[in-house]
Nanobody, 127 residues
C-alpha cells in the first residue's frame, strides 16, 4: 500500500521558518514528480512547489518563490519543503503528492498530475 506521510508542521511567528517532510512508502518515486499543495479554510487547494525525485526540474508558485525550497533525498524516499520568511497568508494545511509514473505532458503544478496524496500537516503563521 502506497503511503505519503507529512510531518514538520506547527505554529510559527511571521518571519520564521519551518521544514516539512514527506516520507513515501510502498514504492519508490525516483523517476516521478513530487509536489506540495496547500489549502486554507474556504479556499481551493493550491500548488506550492514540485520537483522530480531524480534529475528533474523544480517549480514554485509565485507566492512562495524566493522563500520556499523543495528538495529530495532519494535514498530515504523523502521530499522536503523548507519554508522561510513565513507570512500569515501561508497558514494552511500542506499536502504532499506523488505521481506513479512520469507523464511528460502533465504539468507539475496541476493536481490532476498526481496519483497519491498524504493526509496533510497544519502550518499556522501568527502575526
Amino acid at each position: 500500500q502506497v503511503q505519503l506521510v507529512e510531518s514538520g508542521g506547527g505554529l510559527v511567528q511571521a518571519g520564521g521558518s519551518l521544514r516539512l517532510s514527506c516520507a513515501a512508502s510502498g514504492r519508490t518515486f525516483g523517476s516521478s514528480a513530487m509536489g506540495w499543495f496547500r489549502q486554507s479554510p474556504g479556499k481551493e487547494r493550491e500548488f506550492v512547489a514540485a520537483s522530480f525525485w531524480s534529475g528533474g526540474d523544480t517549480d514554485y508558485a509565485d507566492s512562495v518563490k524566493g522563500r520556499f525550497t523543495i528538495s529530495r533525498d532519494n535514498a530515504k524516499n523523502t521530499v522536503y519543503l523548507q519554508m522561510n520568511s513565513l507570512k500569515p497568508q501561508d497558514t494552511a494545511v500542506y499536502y504532499c503528492a506523488a505521481e506513479a509514473i512520469r507523464h511528460p505532458l502533465k504539468l507539475l503544478n496541476s493536481m490532476g498530475t498526481y496519483d497519491y496524496w498524504g493526509q496533510g500537516t497544519q502550518v499556522t503563521v501568527s502575526s
